[in-house]
Structure formats: C-alpha cells, structure tokens
C-alpha cells in the first residue's frame, strides 16, 4: 500500500507564517480609521479612500507578482514584496495629508500582494500532492485568518501606550522578519509536460475565452467587496451603531468595556471562526463540486449580512455576526485557488488566480471607498451594507454555470 505523502511540509509551514504576519498587518487598518481621521480633523472618506487604493493596488500587483515569482523566481518575488511593504508603512508613518497616505499606499498594497495569496498559494499548490492541494490551500489561507486574529487587537493594544505612527513602524519590521523563513520554501514544479511546453501567452489566451474563467472572475468580485468593507469599516461600525455594553454582562466581565474595543475584538472573532471554516472548505474541495461550495458560501454570507443589518446592532448580533461572516470569510480562497488550478493547471497558477485577484481586490476597493463617502453622505453605514447584499446574492448565482472540468480535457473531447 503506498504511503501517504505528508500535509504539514516545511513548504507548507514557511507560508503560513509568510501570510500569516502579512495579513495581521492589512487586517489591522480599519482599527486605525478613528484615531487618524480625529488626529488631523479628516472626514472618514479621506482615510477610507486611502485604504480603498491600498485594496486596488493589491489587485493590480497580484498578477505582476504572479508573473514576477513564475519568471525570477518565488523567492525574489517575495523578497520585493516585503520590501515595498516595510517601505509603505514606515513612509505612512511620517504622512500628514490625505493624499501622501493616498499614494503611499500604493507602496503597501503592492507589498501585500507580493508576500499574500497569490504568490504563496501557487507556491504550495506547486508542493503538495493532488490528494493533498485542496486541504493545503485551505490551510494556508487560514493562516491568513490566524494574522487577522492577532493583527487588529495587537494595534489597538499598542496604540494604547504608543502613537500609530510607532505601530505602523513597528509592522514594517515584522514584515521584514517574515523573510527569515524563505529557506523553508522550496516549491518544485509539479506541473504536466503539456503544462511547461505551453506559454504563459498561450494558457492566458485559452483562459480569457472559457466562459468559466469569466465566470470566476465576476463572481470573486462580491468577495472583495464583502472582505474590504467589513476589514476597512466594521470596527468603527461596532464602534458608533452598536448599543451599549451593558455593566455586569458577559463581555463587560471579561474585559470588553468599550464598542471601540468590541470592534476591535469582532475583527479578530471572525479570523477565529474563518480558521476552522477555511480549512474546512479546503476539506470539502477535495470531495465535493468547488463551484457548488462557493455558491453556498456566497448564500450563506448575503442571508448573515441582511439578517444582521435588518436586527438591531447589540453585541450580541455583533459577536454573532462575527462567528457567522468568520466562517465563510477565507472559505472562497481554497476554492477559488483550487478552481483555478484543477480547470488550467499548476504552471501559470500564480498568474490566473492574480487575474482573477484583481477582481476580488476591485470589489475591496469599491467596498472601502463607498464605505467612506456613503458614511459621510447618509451617518451611517446601512446603504452601503445592502449593496454588498445585493453583490453577494450575484456571486452565488454566477458560480453555477461554471463547467468544471479541466480545459485540456474539454479540448480533448471536443
């Protein structure tokens, strides 16, 4: 009987830690929302705006970063990614206008896409055996919950003894620490003959004319928008529309005595509840229809979202929205990644997931931006939550016609 390769590789482990840091760092930005805009007098919209670009250059960089990691390799990729990222933060530290953090964050957001998703999971994609991709994509990508678990409570805990300026610096050096593990990352290419005979052109082309990829590519888009928001908006969300917590309750008790706290914490409640659901729809990959999951998952998220907004903002609703939205947050990752993978191949993977990236980071754009000027318009944050209904109700209806069997296979049959 053959022996069963091993999920946990050294390969594995080195990216989770890669993400992990990467994603604490973004995931912790919407905390700062509050004490920048009160420090310089902006409106919400200016810092919103800023986060808003750091979402789109995130996406643009993806597939350049793909391209980059697949030409030079994925270490140098990596290394550069780390770099433009200590670089944003250290140069926002010392920003005092709206559009210095504007532009800088241009800086930032190509520095996540250069140490985030893209690159890392085609790195693993590459390593793991077939019967071990889709739990190991799901693995990674909770990792990147695991960072927003620490990324959002560590800010607002150390801005409470130091300015934000100190943590943004303090963030630049532990990117550059996350490099320390690229011994770790050796990623053969498990790729088809078929595969590495074929240009990047070539798959390219092929892609963009499968109405599949299309497919893929629109329904991604509500994710971002979704994930952009809620990371961007949410804590100062919690912090003004959610009711009071109540003296002598069960969060007051353990700590929890302020919304700005609340929403700090519900940041990292869905980071908690996204580990266990990431990987549990890497697991589910392997043994059920992909385009059907995410369907799901799109369903689940719309019904969560509207039943929040239309109840009462408590804590209670906030925690259990968090558990909820926590669930389903990353669950897309793995899926998509493994969609994308399984449907073109491992070669150019890097590459077609950044394309498809970039919608998922056009949609965190709009989600952060509309965030902004609708909260400075309307007060609050209501009409913009129900466009990320609407959007999310689209993306459970677009992954259905999605033909999922591999291109080759289809030309070979056709």
Partial sequence: MPQKSPVFTPVLIGSCVIILLSFAIRGSFGVFQIPIAEEFGWP??????????????WGIGQPIFGAIAERFGDRKALILGALMYALGLVLSAGATLPIQHQLLEILVGFGVAGTGLGVVLAIVGRAASDENRSISLGIVSAAGSGGQILGAPFAEYMMGFTSWQSVFVIFAVVIMLSLLVLPLLKSPPMASKAEIEESMGQILTKAFRDPSFTLIFVGFFSCGYQLGFVTAHFPALVTEMCGPIVPGSMLHNIGITSTSTLGAIAISLIGIANVGGTILAGWLGNRFPKKYLLALIYLGRTIAAAMF??????????????????????????????????????????????IVFFSHQLGGFLGVLLGGWMYDIYGDYSAVWWIGVGVGALSAIVHLPINEKPLNDRAAAA
């Fill in 44 to 57: 919400r919209a200016d810092f919103s705006l800023a986060i808003a670009i750091q979402n789109l250059a």
């Fill in 309 to 354: 907004i239309l109840l009462p903002i408590t804590p209670l609703t906030v925690v259990v929205f968090s558990v909820a939205m926590g669930s389903l947050w990353l669950a897309t990752v793995p899926l998509t990644s493994g969609l994308i993978a399984y449907l073109y191949g491992l070669r150019y993977m890097g590459t077609l997931y950044g």
